[in-house]
């Protein structure tokens, strides 16, 4: 489906999580005071917030492409903040609507209903502390995400037996339904992402060929999809789109996310990796035949939507993956477009596919800028920040400005540095497209 139908498709989607359940309680909700309305309103936007706040996340590969993982993410984060707010403003709102209700907060005492939404609370506000000070506890990741699903899940059950002991919202029969829907829609996402796709989804089996070495702490792990019953998985990506690679088929397995680094033409799919940690150098050994598990493609960092007239591509380190993924594609389709690659590194060592990109200028309309981040003897090429002088030089033979599209990717002082230069350069924001390796 065409990019701006499927955007548009799940706006109106959200929009009617977030709008349904409070306007059908609108247009049949008694006369009653305005505190009352309002602490019923308050509750069902955030009930609304809740629900689509946890949908967000969870891998639908239409609406990461549509969107984008980064944009998916920061709604999420987003809708959860919104969601804690409505639940204090709904508070407020019970008290004000009857003062003698500050009684529902003693837990010992208070009725199910009212325990129920106070253990909501509770849990929605550890989990938003935890998600604002993510890079600040000493919890692993995979800690600090586990926390965060269990804590999500507390929160809508709790929230969802608040609502149903409630009892009269229940009963009325728009409102019951929307609920079914709503609860339909939170158990069928969950299912699809916590049981069917890490437990059962064939497609998501493939095997190792291969691990290739780029240099001491980059490798390339090169993967072909199983065969079943001899019939292949079939397996399709947009050049510079991301999957996660779990090495067991378990839903409590670790998961990374990588980039795919290889054309889309391909039968293999390639991942090019740099050892930061445990899972990353854990992929490094891993022998040819063994097997591995990619929930994907996910993200529209890539460009093959749109027509742009020519690319201009800017990747610190490892950030290069996805440009390499649309290089090598556009390789592969013979695309007369001109590229533009700048390539960040800390030392020569660290500029990934050197030889590789040298040849690619024989098959495509290829330039490529390497920078050094700091000078260095007997480095004669460009040093320092990417800024809006380097930049113009690049862009000096890309194409009309208006018409090129911008892919950034490194880390996020790179992805500062460059969104400010380009900003400088009157390039705009609309043709700028940007993908970061820690979203999380
Ligand atoms: C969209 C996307 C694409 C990426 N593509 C590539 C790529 O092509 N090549 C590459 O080398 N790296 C890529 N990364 C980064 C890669 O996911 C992390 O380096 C890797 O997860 C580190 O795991 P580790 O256990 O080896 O290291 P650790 O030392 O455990 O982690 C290092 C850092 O990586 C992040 N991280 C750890 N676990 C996860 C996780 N499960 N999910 C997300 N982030 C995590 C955390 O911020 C952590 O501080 C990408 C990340 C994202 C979000």
């Not at 996340?57 to 998916?72: H, K």
């Not at 033409?265 to 598990?293: K, M, N, Q, S, Y």
């Not at 590789?356 to 700091?374: K, P, S």
Request: charged share 20%.
């Amino acid at each position: 489906m065409d990019q701006r139908l499927l955007r548009a498709a799940w706006l109106s989607a959200f929009g009617l999580i977030v709008g349904a359940p409070s306007l059908a309680w609108l247009t049949i909700a008694p006369v009653e005071p305005l505190w009352d309305h309002l602490s019923v309103v308050t509750g069902l936007l955030a009930l609304s917030a809740l629900v689509c706040a946890a949908v967000l996340p969870s891998r639908l590969r239409s609406l990461n492409r549509a969107f984008g993982i980064e944009s998916v993410i920061d709604v999420h984060r987003f809708l959860g903040i919104v969601a804690a707010a409505l639940v204090f403003v709904h508070l407020a709102c019970v008290i004000a609507a009857d003062p003698a209700n500050v009684a529902l907060l003693d837990f010992e005492t208070a009725p199910k209903r009212a325990q129920a939404a106070t253990g909501a609370t509770v849990a929605l506000a550890v989990l938003a502390v935890l998600a604002v000070l993510r890079g600040r506890t000493r919890l692993t990741y995979e800690l600090w995400r586990w926390l965060h699903v269990v804590l999500a899940v507390i929160v809508l059950v709790l929230s969802a037996l608040h609502v149903w002991w409630l009892d009269h919202l229940v009963a009325e029969p728009t409102l019951g339904t929307l609920f079914g829907l709503l609860a339909a829609l939170v158990v069928g996402t969950f299912g699809y992402r916590w049981a069917w796709r890490p437990m059962f989804d064939a497609s998501t089996e493939f095997l190792v060929r291969e691990v290739r070495r780029e240099n001491a702490t980059v490798s390339t792990l090169v993967l072909e999809p199983r065969r079943r019953h001899g019939r292949v998985n079939t397996w399709a990506f947009a050049p510079g789109q991301f999957a996660w690679i779990r090495l067991d088929r378990s839903v409590t397995a670790e998961e990374h996310p990588f980039t795919i680094a290889s054309s889309a033409h391909l039968d293999t799919t390639e991942f090019t990796i740099r050892h930061a940690g445990d899972f990353t150098r854990a992929l490094r050994r891993l022998p040819p035949g063994a097997p591995v598990w990619v929930d994907g493609p996910h993200g529209a960092f890539t460009n093959d939507v749109g027509a742009g007239a020519g690319f201009v591509m800017i990747a610190g380190g490892v950030g290069v993956t996805p440009m390499m993924s649309m290089l090598r594609t556009a390789a592969h389709r013979g695309d007369p477009r001109p590229y533009r690659l700048v390539v960040v590194a800390g030392s020569p060592e660290d500029l990934l596919f050197r030889d590789e990109l040298a040849e690619l200028r024989f098959q495509i309309d290829l330039v490529v800028t390497e920078v050094l981040r700091r000078p260095l003897d007997g480095w004669y090429g460009h040093t320092g920040d990417i800024n809006a002088g380097l930049l113009s030089m690049v862009l000096a033979d890309a194409g009309h400005l208006d018409e090129v599209d911008y892919f950034i990717c490194g880390p996020s002082s790179l992805v500062t540095d460059v969104l400010s230069a380009l900003d400088v350069l009157g390039v705009a924001p609309a043709r700028v497209h940007t993908e970061q390796f820690d979203f999380v």
